[in-house]
């Protein structure tokens, strides 16, 4: 008897087997455990960072300050005297002198203190150290170590700035508000006579250093240390 094809029913039945194992075969994982493939899509990149919140992650990955964002926070809360109330003490420690500098310096030994340098027309540079808590002012000390040329240099800055220090540090502190702990006059790399200023942010801790062109106010540089 010659032999009988298999019925619709049949057939049916072996397509649908084949179909199912096709599915098996195609939901394995990827490391070959399941033995197959997987052709699951990736999911989609992560959008990049913006620089603040690339700032804040890179200095602050658990939340936790670093000691020099810690230092920071201690310092500013305990001086209760301003950087342009310190210049105006070193200013009037100085007569007929011209601010050129102030830092905010101090420790747990040491309370809170304004170093600030001065500078008379001739370009002689004198330091004054202001108490960040009293505002009272030290006796000021003539710099010895600016040479003829270092004070013929400085000279032409104080005639050439026509931005003081207070105008450079609002325009720092009205693009980061913040507290100013630094403030020196200078020039950048290219010559461009420039305030180079120092905020610190409440929000962070972190400090922004902002170069503000001594002639026209233009921020030319703008730094954040989230260290």
């Known amino acids: 008897m010659g032999e009988r094809s298999m019925g619709p029913r049949v057939m049916g039945l072996i397509c649908a087997a084949a179909a199912a194992g096709a599915v098996l075969t195609g939901c394995g994982n990827n490391n070959g455990d399941g033995g197959g493939t997987g052709n699951n899509p990736l999911p989609p990149p992560l959008p990049p960072l ?5 700032a804040a992650a890179a200095g602050s ?8 964002q810690a230092d920071r926070k201690a310092l500013v809360a305990r001086a209760k005297v301003s950087y342009d109330k310190a210049l105006r003490a070193a200013v009037a420690a100085v007569p007929a002198s011209k601010p050129v500098s102030a830092e905010l310096e101090g420790s ?12 008379t027309s001739d370009g002689t540079v004198r330091s004054v150290r202001v108490d960040a808590v009293s505002g009272k002012a030290d006796p000021p000390r003539t710099e010895t170590d600016d040479d003829g040329d270092d004070r013929r240099e400085l000279a032409g800055w104080l005639k050439k ?3 003081t220090a207070e105008q450079a540090a609002r325009t720092a ?6 507290t100013v ?30 170069d503000v062109d001594a002639t026209n106010r233009k921020i030319l540089r703008e730094h954040v240390d989230t260290d």
């Open 161 to 163: 700035a026509t931005v």
């Open 61 to 68: 990955p658990t939340g936790a300050l670093t000691q020099d």
């Open 108 to 119: 747990d030994v040491v309370g809170p203190r304004w170093d600030t340098q001065v500078a």
């Open 50 to 54: 913006s620089p603040s919140q690339a």
């Open 173 to 178: 502190t009205d693009k980061t508000k913040g």
């Open 181 to 210: 702990t630094s403030i020196e006059l200078d020039d950048s790399d290219d010559g461009k006579l420039m305030w180079s200023v120092d905020v610190v942010t409440p929000k962070d801790w972190n400090k922004t250093t902002f």
